[in-house]
């Protein structure tokens, strides 16, 4: 099913969802639909709340629950491959459609794993985010090391651009087009991208994804920018500029990687309203929220609130379409290798038992789509 298909028929009317500063759960929602393009075969209204899955709770609060997957636990682990293929209605990968994964040698593609995840996808009814195009990381070493003059750089990206995404055209629903293109402060990172092609290396990727896949809806993403701040307000002012020059952007993702530590973003609606009121499609695209080990109860609710608070938000954006989860076990979790000390972020345990934040995000997610 094609991006603009789904996004014109995912009508949620979004309503009243009084988020707390705590992030609890609201009392009642009212009038959310169901989402439409439901998987074939969607989700059976009989079961009892309870039993239905993520992406059948989201299909009733009109957004899609989605994950990122890794391929290797795909292949090798039963049970991680049941679960992603039951619980979810569309999926990420996490690593193989980036560069250095579909064009290690350059001229030579390796489509094959990310085109197992596409089948995969297709025999369970969900739909792919494609992740992601333009980005400063996990660059193949030929393009890193290569002492490339702008002109050729240019050539070498929107060759890259333009074969990834025909080679999947039709089978994307959203793609991550530019990823992570700003610093905290608000100015662009100082990338490759930035140092040789300026600036408008930004909107060149989006008309060149555009004319290689024009049903495929395009996104910029990024960290950081859950609530309203320098970050997130750079991106928006980018992206008023790149509507006035017609440049065919259609949504804003918001990666949620989130740390108790730090307070939960309880201004993400207003900052996803922003981006709403431009006629853009939201998204959270990779939501996960770490804990320094060992967790105590306090930070486990902390858990279970934060991601409360990146749902709601999401919820309360009348143009928001999906919500996924960075992972869903902790068992294959990024987040030891990258941050010390810490873990625990996922919504099921490394044996897949159920959190308290699992059980929030199913409660979140049946009390929007009450009807009365």
Known sequence: MSGSTVTTTL????????????????????????????????????????????????????????????????????????????????????????????????????????????????????????????????????????????????????????????????????????????????????????????????????????????????????????????KSTALHDLVVELRKQHVPIDGFGVQGHLDVQYPAPHDIADNLARFDALGLETAITEADVRITLPADATEIEAQAQAYSVLLQGCLLTRHCTDFTVWGFTDKYSWVPGVFKGQGYANLLTDDYRTKPATNTVRQDLMLAARRH
């Open 11 to 230: 009508r949620a009317t979004r309503t009243a969802l009084a988020c707390t500063a705590a992030g609890a759960v609201a009392a009642t929602v009212l009038g959310l639909p169901a989402a439409s393009a439901a998987p074939e075969g969607g989700a059976d209204r009989s079961k009892a709340p309870a039993s239905r899955t993520l992406g059948e709770l989201g299909d009733r609060a009109g957004v899609r629950i989605g994950t990122a997957v890794d391929m290797s636990a795909l292949a090798s682990d039963p049970t991680y491959r049941e679960k992603a293929a039951a619980e979810f209605s569309s999926v990420t990968p996490e690593n193989v459609m980036k560069w250095e994964a579909v064009e290690p040698t350059r001229g030579t593609y390796d489509w094959a794993p990310a085109d197992e995840l596409v089948a995969f996808a297709r025999a369970n009814h969900q739909l792919v985010r494609g992740h992601t195009l333009v980005w400063h990381s996990q660059l193949p070493a030929w393009l890193t090391t290569g002492d490339f003059t702008a002109a050729q750089l240019r050539d070498i990206l929107h060759r890259h651009i333009t074969d990834e995404v025909t080679h999947f055209k039709g089978k994307i629903w959203q793609w991550d087009v530019v990823n992570e293109a700003f610093n905290d402060d608000g100015t662009m990172r100082d990338s490759i991208w930035l140092q040789k092609l300026g600036p408008g290396y930004i909107a060149d990727a989006f008309r060149w994804a555009h004319e290689a896949d024009p049903k495929a809806k395009l996104y910029i993403n990024d960290y950081n920018v859950e609530g309203v701040n320098a």
